[in-house]
C-alpha cells in the first residue's frame, strides 16, 4: 500500500518522478494551471520572459529533439552544457526528468514555460534519477560557474547532509549565482531536508497542491476537536460534509464488520491486518465498509504519524470505484478516538478542493534553529509538462516544485540584472500566499517556509527587505530580543508610510516596532516564561504590495553570555536549573565552519574568531539525564586581532589542519634522523 503521495523511493535522491498518462487533449487543457497559479501571466504581458538570463539545469539532461526544447548549440533552445555519465557534450534526456524540469522553466512551443526565452544550459549527472552521485553534482556546479550561468536548478539530491554538496552551492552563491533546489519527497516527517536543501544560502522549495479538481484536503472533527486528515487517492470533494456516529471496525475486513450495525455510521479502522502474511488493501476496506452501508471511512496508521493511501491503483480491481469518502489520520489519533466510541461519538468529515495546500509527501524542516527551511512551496502535484519523446505528461514532486521557481528568479533577473542572490530570495520569499491547513489555519513554517510562489507580486514588488525572516532568542533572564530589518527600494525611491502587523501562533508574545532611515527595528517579548518554539508573520504594506516576513520565536530556560576580548569570545551559561556541562557550539551564519567548546557551571571558556559578521550560538546543556538548549545570534562588528583564519585558507577544519602538519613535522624528522 503507498504510504505518500507516490512511490518516492528514495535511497541518494531527494526528488523523483510520477508519470500519469493522460489523452493529449486533456493535457492541453491542464497545461496553463500550475502557471496561472503563481502567476505568470501579467509578467509575461509585461514582457517578462527570461530574455538574455542563463540558466543551468542539473539534472538527467534535457531532449532537445523536443518540438518545445528543440536545438542544441547557440542557435538551439538548449545552448549547451555538459554529460557528466557519459563524458561528452551533448547531454541527452532519456529518462524525462531533466525534460519535465525544463519544460516548466523555458519551453517554448506549444507548451511554454515561465520563461521561455531564457538560455537553458544542461548539466546531466544522471541517466535515471536515482543513486544519483554527489560528485557529479558538485562538479557540475563548478562548471555552472565557469559558464557564468545567473541561476542553477537542482532538483536532485541527497536525503542526508553532504558538507561538500553545501560548500559546492555556496561557492556559487558567492559568484553571484542564485540557487534554487527541491526540498525533497520525504515528508511529512520532520526534520526530512537533506543536502544542498538544507544549505542556509539556498532557495528551498517544497510542494504544494496545483490549481485542478483532484487537489482535495479533509477535515475530520469530533466535538471540538479537530484532527489532521489525508483524502486517500481515489476520493472525490464532497458537496457537504458527512455527520454520523463512529463505529469500530476493527481491520475492515468482512468478517471485522460481521454482527455490527455501521449503517448510516462513519467507520474507524486500523490500517493493514492482524494475520501475518495477510494483506487488506484499502479499496477492500472502502468496498467492504460501503456494501455495509456506512457514509464514510476513517483508517487509522499502523505505525507512527499520518499517512496517505491510494484507493484506486495497482491493488485494486480494474472496474473498481470508490463510492463512500475515506480519509487517513495517524497511529495516535485514531487509538484516541478508539477509546472515546464507547460514549456515542458522533464525527463529521469533509472532503474539499484546496489547491494551497502542502503536499504530503514533501520534506519539512527545520535543519537549523538559526534559519528557516523550506524557504517556500510552489506547485508540485499534478503539473503538465514536457517529456522525452515530444510528448507530455502530468508529474508530482519537489522537483517539479522548484523550476517554478527558478523561472520566477529569471524573469526577476530579467527585469532587474543587477540582483545579487540574497536580494532575489528576499523578493521572492516575502511576496508569497499564505498557505493553509484544511481548518484554514496558516501552515507551520517548517512545512510551508513563508508561503507559496506569487510571481506577480515578486516582479511588481520594489522593496527589498533583508533579512527576510528573523529569529528572536528569549529566556528566562532575558525576556526579549530585538532584530532589525533594513528596506531597500529598487526603484530608488523615497519608500512610503508603511503598516507593520505581526500575528503570531503564541498570542502572549509582544510585538514593538520602531522605524528610521529606512530601517524597522523589531523587539518581540515574552514575560510568561512558557518554553517553546513559536512562530509568526510579520506583514509590511507600503501600499502598493504586502510583505510577508516569518518569524521563529525560541523561548528558553537556559542564557547564553559572552564577552568579546580582541579575537576571543568568553562564554558562560545561566540556567535556573543544576547542570553539569554545556557544550557551546558558535558556527559562522551561513556556513559549514562550527567551533565548539565544553564548559562547567564553574568555567569561562573562549573561542577565537578571525573575522566580523553574525554568528550563531547554540547551548546543549546537560541537565541530569536530560540535555536542555539555548541560542543566540551575535553580531561581532570588529576583531582586534585579526590573525589569519586557518580553516578558511585551507578550507578544511583546524583540527584536520593540525593533524596533517603534526604528519608532516613527523616525516621530516624521520628524514633527518635517517640521514644522520
Not at 368 to 392: E, R
Not at 424 to 445: E, H, L, R
Not at 477 to 499: A, F, G, M, R, V
Amino acid at each position: 500500500m503507498i504510504e505518500k503521495l507516490l512511490i518516492f523511493s528514495l535511497v541518494f535522491i531527494l526528488c523523483t518522478i510520477c508519470f500519469i498518462s493522460y489523452s493529449y487533449e486533456e493535457k492541453q487543457n491542464l497545461l496553463p494551471k500550475s502557471l496561472q497559479l503563481v502567476g505568470t501571466q501579467v509578467p509575461q504581458q509585461q514582457g517578462l520572459n527570461g530574455q538574455g538570463v542563463k540558466i543551468g539545469i542539473i539534472d538527467t539532461g534535457i531532449d532537445f529533439d523536443h518540438p518545445d526544447l528543440y536545438g542544441y548549440g547557440p542557435s538551439g533552445r538548449v545552448v549547451g552544457g555538459y554529460d557528466y555519465v557519459n563524458t561528452d557534450e551533448k547531454p541527452i534526456d532519456v529518462n524525462g526528468h531533466g525534460t519535465e524540469i525544463s519544460g516548466i522553466i523555458g519551453a517554448n512551443g506549444n507548451f511554454s514555460g515561465i520563461a521561455p526565452k531564457s538560455q537553458l544550459f544542461s548539466y546531466k549527472v544522471s541517466s535515471t534519477g536515482e543513486a544519483v552521485s554527489s560528485e557529479y553534482i558538485i562538479q557540475a556546479i563548478a562548471r555552472t560557474i565557469e559558464d557564468k550561468m545567473n541561476v542553477i536548478n537542482i532538483s536532485l539530491g541527497v536525503n542526508r547532509t553532504n558538507d561538500e554538496l553545501e560548500s559546492a552551492v555556496d561557492e556559487a552563491v558567492k559568484k553571484g549565482i542564485t540557487v534554487v533546489v527541491a526540498a525533497g519527497n520525504n515528508g511529512p516527517d520532520d526534520k526530512s531536508i537533506g543536502s544542498p536543501g538544507r544549505d542556509f544560502n539556498v532557495i528551498t522549495v517544497g510542494a504544494s497542491y496545483n490549481n485542478i479538481t483532484s487537489s482535495l484536503a479533509s477535515t475530520l472533527q469530533v466535538g471540538n476537536k479537530q484532527y489532521d486528515a489525508l483524502p486517500m487517492l481515489g476520493v472525490s470533494a464532497l458537496k457537504n460534509a458527512i455527520e454520523g456516529k463512529m463505529v469500530y471496525g476493527g481491520y475492515g475486513r468482512v468478517k471485522d464488520l460481521q454482527g455490527i450495525n455501521v449503517k448510516d455510521s462513519i467507520l474507524l479502522e486500523q490500517r493493514g491486518s492482524n494475520t501475518a502474511g495477510e494483506k487488506v488493501f484499502f479499496s477492500e476496506k472502502e468496498k467492504n465498509a460501503a456494501d455495509m452501508g456506512a457514509k464514510g471511512l476513517v483508517i487509522y496508521n499502523n505505525q507512527s504519524g499520518v499517512f496517505f493511501g491510494e484507493l484506486v491503483g495497482s491493488n485494486s480491481t480494474k472496474d473498481y470505484r470508490p463510492t463512500i469518502p475515506v480519509i487517513s489520520i495517524s497511529k495516535n489519533d485514531g487509538l484516541e478516538l478508539k477509546s472515546m466510541l464507547a460514549n456515542n461519538t458522533v464525527g463529521r468529515l469533509n472532503i474539499f478542493y484546496h489547491p494551497d495546500f502542502v503536499a504530503p509527501f514533501s520534506s519539512r524542516g527545520p535543519v537549523s534553529p538559526f534559519y528557516i527551511k523550506p524557504d517556500l512551496v510552489a506547485p508540485g502535484v499534478y503539473v503538465n509538462t514536457t517529456t522525452i519523446g515530444g510528448g507530455y505528461n502530468l508529474t508530482s514532486g519537489t522537483s517539479i516544485a522548484a523550476p517554478h521557481v527558478t523561472g520566477a528568479v529569471a524573469i526577476l533577473l530579467q527585469k532587474y540584472p543587477n540582483l545579487d542572490p540574497s536580494s532575489i530570495v528576499s523578493i521572492i520569499d516575502t511576496t508569497t500566499d499564505p498557505v493553509t491547513d484544511a481548518y484554514g489555519k496558516i501552515f507551520p513554517i517548517n512545512v510551508a517556509g513563508s508561503g507559496r510562489l506569487n510571481i506577480t507580486r515578486a516582479s511588481s514588488a520594489d522593496l527589498i527587505i533583508s533579512p527576510h525572516s528573523l529569529v528572536f532568542n528569549i529566556s528566562y533572564e532575558n525576556s526579549n530580543d530585538t532584530s532589525t530589518l533594513h528596506l531597500h527600494s529598487i526603484s530608488n525611491t523615497l519608500i512610503p508610510k508603511l503598516k507593520v502587523q505581526f500575528s503570531s501562533s503564541e498570542p502572549r508574545l509582544v510585538f514593538n516596532y520602531t522605524t528610521s532611515n529606512n530601517t524597522i527595528n523589531v523587539q518581540i517579548t515574552d514575560k510568561t516564561q512558557n518554553i517553546g518554539n513559536y512562530e509568526g508573520f510579520i506583514t509590511i504594506d507600503d501600499s502598493k504590495t504586502v510583505y510577508r516576513i516569518p518569524v521563529l520565536v525560541h523561548v528558553t530556560k537556559g542564557t547564553i553570555k559572552e564577552t568579546q576580548n580582541g579575537s576571543q569570545i568568553d562564554f558562560t551559561v545561566d540556567h535556573p536549573d543544576k547542570w553539569s556541562y554545556a557544550k557551546i557550539s558558535l558556527m559562522k551564519a551561513g556556513s559549514q565552519d562550527v567551533k565548539t567548546i565544553g564548559i562547567t557551571p564553574q568555567d569561562t571558556k573562549a573561542i577565537t574568531i578571525y573575522s566580523t559578521g553574525e554568528y550563531w550560538i547554540q547551548a546543549d546543556i546537560k541537565i541530569g539525564n536530560k540535555t536542555d538548549h539555548a541560542y543566540k545570534i551575535l553580531t561581532i562588528n570588529h576583531v582586534t586581532e585579526n590573525y589569519p583564519d586557518i580553516e578558511e585558507i585551507f578550507h578544511i577544519p583546524i583540527k584536520q589542519v593540525v593533524i596533517i602538519f603534526s604528519i608532516m613535522i613527523t616525516a621530516v624528522v624521520v628524514v633527518l634522523v635517517k640521514r644522520r
